[in-house]
């Protein structure tokens, strides 16, 4: 059944919701016919498609090319496009108009944009727009500079209570649902129990109505140290090296291309390629 808004929100309280990250084509396609609820297309696509430090320098035109390729490769999955940083910072108007992009030339379903009550205004003309949001609160990765660095959020009563205060908020103003990264589980749990529409958890526990993840960390395609909320559900890096390294023996080798590989000649023209000078 193709997952819309309407489903994932009726899905509150029921079947755990899966997301998983894409950006581009061909691994949407892998996504959609894993049976997952929601493909994001992530800012996150600055570090691990871009090769950037932080998602800051992401822009709209990224987002729009990768949302609309993962789109074509998509049938059944949510399609949910991150807007990138100051791409709704400067007013309403500006908003609406940027996130239209991603609807119109992106193919996104909905769009994703970090921060709380103050963007209210934002949700809400995006909303009126009929175009459907989602939340982002805990760490907003956008936020990183002002955070001094990538920190869980709302470790004290005082940063508890705005976050719980800020997912209310955000829901009031029409958002469909909300992610909360790296929140102190029994917090993400309390906020889960307090709305009406779902959460997505990532670094939030397991009480959340359903999780995400970057699909490069959790399958071995990054190396080094990940994220404590990281489990690595295979190893498609160590797969793929392996797969060059073999392909580069055989052709160092000259085993590849083998007979089966090679097209040959037309029946009774070897005597005319004899003729060639």
Known sequence: MKNTVVTFREAKGGEKLVMITAYDYSTARVMDAAGVNAILVGDSLGMVMLGYEDTLSVTLDDMARHCAAVARG??????????????YHTGVEDTVRNAGRLIVQGRAQAVKLEGGAAFCPEVRAL?????????????????????????VQGKTPTAAQKLLDDARALQDAGAFALVLECVPAPLAAK???????????????????????????????????????????????????????????????????????????????EKTFRKLK
């Open 74 to 87: 998509t049938r059944e999955a949510l399609v949910v496009c991150d807007m990138p940083f100051m791409s």
């Open 127 to 151: 909303v009126r727009a009929s175009i459907p949001v989602v939340g982002h609160l805990g760490l907003t990765p956008q936020s990183v500079n002002a955070f001094g660095g990538y920190k």
């Open 191 to 269: 906020i889960t129990q307090a709305l009406a529409i779902p959460t997505i958890g990532i670094g939030a526990g397991p009480d959340c109505d359903g999780q995400v993840l970057v699909w490069q960390d959790m399958t071995g395609m990054n190396p080094g140290k990940l994220p404590r909320f990281v489990k690595r559900f295979g190893e498609v890096g160590q797969a793929l090296r392996g797969a060059v390294e073999a392909y580069a023996r055989e052709v160092r080798a000259g085993t590849f291309p083998a007979e089966e590989h090679a097209y040959p000649l037309p029946e009774g023209a």
